[in-house]
């Protein structure tokens, strides 16, 4: 069983950062790849960033390819998602993920925990 929790969303202007966190609880942490996916009001949920077991590779969405950066720590067991230049367009329930298997993956259907999400709201 793995657990995660999302904290760090909240109400920013745009062009302003936020850097949400995921603390997750679990064995097998140290093995799994993690995602962050989002998912706006009437919108399918869609990925944002992925990064590797051991942090080595990343991936990105297009629309935030140089704005956010993902990393984790699994020393701690934690994984972060560094988010700057913030567009109202970035406004959604973000959601921690963990991964399947170990190298990065963008598809929802990858991951099988799922943390219960954290608001982030852009105002223009």
């Known amino acids: 069983q793995v657990q995660l929790v999302e904290s760090g969303g909240g109400l920013v202007q745009a062009g302003g950062s936020l850097r949400l966190s995921c603390a997750v609880a679990g064995r097998t942490f140290g093995s799994r790849a993690m995602g962050w996916f989002r998912q706006a009001p009437g919108k399918e949920r869609e990925f944002v960033a992925t990064?590797?077991?051991?942090?080595?590779?990343?991936y990105y969405t297009d629309s935030v390819k140089g704005r956010f950066l993902i990393s984790r720590d699994n020393a701690k067991s934690a994984v972060y998602l560094q988010m700057n230049s913030l567009e109202p367009e970035d406004t959604a329930h973000y959601y921690c993920?963990?991964?399947?298997?170990?190298?990065?993956?963008?598809?929802?259907?990858?991951?099988?925990?799922w943390g219960q999400g954290t608001q982030v709201t852009v105002s223009s």
């Open positions: 990064i590797n077991w051991n942090g080595a590779s990343t």
């Open positions: 993920a963990a991964g399947i298997n170990a190298g990065i993956q963008s598809s929802p259907a990858d991951y099988d925990y």
